[in-house]
């Protein structure tokens, strides 16, 4: 698809599970391991990435995203930025803004800007974070709450200055294990009732919160590791998942969710799954 189009495209966000009407993702093409981010990529680091595996698999996944009647914009790659797949790090949709955050890690300084090239040639209205380290895998979006991941990523002073920015949303913090890389990897919210959670790593006190919130869905230690709560809703209860995570598939069906399985176990190998591979511009609150 073409960056350069008319200006109709709109940016509309308020939660992890409307229906996904657009959104923005970059192809594997230079995905590799030069920095160990997480114990997914330790393991794989060995072993590597198989690019022509990945992008076979990141296409079928585009194409199931687009066969759900999904608008799917593809950044340009660049071999500079070999994690440049994970395009939801680089910002979030809230309201009718793009948030572009300053990365916080060195090999991927510089994203940022190729995103903002194709906000500003599409007429998208952004903020940019400037030093303020945000991403947006920590950024987990229910109406007027905002749970933002304390990680080695996204600073707490950071988490502190969005609440000033955004004074008609609640921004709760959420301390887990830096190991995990980003909330995301962690916790994820499906519906309004519903959310995934791998428990051992969120503190008591911000577990009793969020179970008093949501049906959390526990994830197992191993299907963590293969980022079973790195689903994507794309919306009216359409999760796309893992096969590889087959208890996870098997708790949302009994909860009555549609689960799309698609293999992007070649991606994974560097530390991200659905929801890190994609960044919502719009979804459609019905």
């Keep these: 698809m073409s960056l350069h189009q008319e200006n109709e495209i709109q940016a509309f966000c308020y939660s992890e599970y409307d229906e996904l009407r657009r959104v ?29 595996t990945a992008m076979k698999q990141h296409g079928e996944f ?33 309201g009718q803004t793009v948030f572009v955050a300053e990365m916080a890690s060195g090999i991927r300084q510089g994203e940022e800007e190729i995103l903002k090239k194709w906000l ?5 209205p952004f903020h940019n974070l400037v030093k303020d380290q945000i991403e947006g895998g920590d950024v987990i ?3 007027n709450t905002i749970f933002v991941g304390i990680s080695n990523r996204t600073h707490i002073n950071s988490i502190k200055r969005l609440q000033t920015l955004l004074p008609d949303f609640e921004v709760i913090p959420v301390p887990f294990e830096a190991k995990y890389l980003h909330l995301d990897c962690v916790f994820n919210i499906l519906s309004p009732e519903d959310a995934l959670i791998f428990p051992e790593v969120i503190s008591e006190k911000e577990r009793e919160f969020l179970s008093g919130r949501y049906n959390l869905i526990e994830v197992t230690e191993e299907e963590q590791f293969t980022l079973g709560t790195n689903v994507l809703s794309i919306g009216n209860k359409k999760i796309i998942s893992l096969p590889v995570n087959k208890n996870v598939n098997e708790k949302l069906r009994d909860r009555g969710y549609d689960v799309i399985e698609v293999d992007i176990t070649e991606i994974i190998k560097s530390g991200g799954s ?3 591979c994609t960044m919502p511009v719009f979804r459609n609150n019905m």
């Design 141 to 143: 979006i229910d109406r």
């Design 120 to 124: 500003k040639e599409n007429r998208l």
């Design 24 to 52: 923005v993702l970059c192809q594997p093409q230079y995905m590799t391991i030069r920095e160990v981010i997480n114990d997914t990529q330790k393991h794989f680091k060995k072993e590597g990435i198989d690019i022509k």
């Design 274 to 276: 659905f929801r890190c």
């Design 62 to 94: 585009v194409n199931v995203l687009r066969q759900h009647g999904v608008e799917v914009f593809l950044l340009p790659s660049f071999s500079q930025y070999p994690e440049q797949v994970f395009t939801r790090d680089i910002g979030f949709t809230l």
